[in-house]
T-cell receptor, first 116, second 115 residues
């Protein structure tokens, strides 16, 4: 158990719709990162939030956005869903935005999104 | 350019035997960290072991050890005395320098442990 929770567990949406995924980080962890894991692939970094601001982003379009709240919870929002957005979405919390390479990220169990 | 390469889509091992999962990486940053994660069918990424680029000794964590060959840019995971519960996907990942917490993952290796 990492202490990181995500909701919902599964979600089915229609192409063009919008979706919000939620994550609750470990207490004291002020950094959250989101990853997309397509079937048969490794996770890909979407973005990172630190103290409620986005401070790093991977190669994802602006329709992927996020929010981070002071109570260690965060959201991933995806607008105008496409079929290729079907994936497992993982959030990971960590102590700080920058640090030694050894700083561990604690992953949640993920939300499996299916877009039809 | 692909930064983490895992060339074994699947590996099979018998219970109680040792198995090596391969990982090569590419970076020009002298400071980096290498991680191995286990992902069971439930989806959660479970941290197994970490190796820093400046670490002099290979990392070990219980039945897990990391065969770190810096000159060859390889960081293979060795699981000794395999157990049925070790059946899962295994991912190698890297974080460069002291930048933000982005991990770059390989495509993974599916390990199946048979009785």
């Amino acid at each position: 158990e990492t202490g990181v929770t995500q909701s919902p567990t599964h979600l089915i949406k229609t192409r063009g719709q919008q979706v919000t995924l939620r994550c609750s980080s470990q207490s004291g962890h002020n950094t959250v990162s989101w990853y997309q894991q397509a079937l048969g692939q490794g996770p890909q970094f979407i973005f990172q939030y630190y103290r409620e601001e986005e401070n790093g982003r991977g190669n994802f379009p602006p329709r992927f956005s996020g929010l981070q709240f002071p109570n260690y919870s965060s959201e991933l929002n995806v607008n105008a869903l496409e079929l290729d957005d079907s994936a497992l979405y993982l959030c990971a919390s960590s102590l700080g935005p920058q640090g030694a390479p050894s700083d561990e990220q604690y992953f949640g169990p993920g939300t499996r999104l299916t877009v039809t | 350019a692909q930064k983490i390469t895992q060339t074994q889509p699947g590996m099979f091992v018998q219970e109680k035997e040792a198995v090596t999962l391969d990982c090569t990486y590419d970076t020009s940053d002298p400071s980096y960290g290498l991680f191995w994660y286990k992902q069971p069918s439930s989806g959660e990424m479970i941290f197994l072991i970490y190796q820093g680029s400046y670490d002099q000794q290979n990392a070990t964590e219980g039945r897990y050890s990391l065969n770190f060959q810096k000159a060859r840019k390889s960081a293979n995971l060795v699981i000794s005395a395999s157990q049925l519960g070790d059946s899962a996907m295994y991912f190698c990942a890297m974080r460069e320098g002291t930048g933000f917490q982005k991990l770059v993952f390989g495509t993974g290796t599916r390990l199946l442990v048979s009785p």
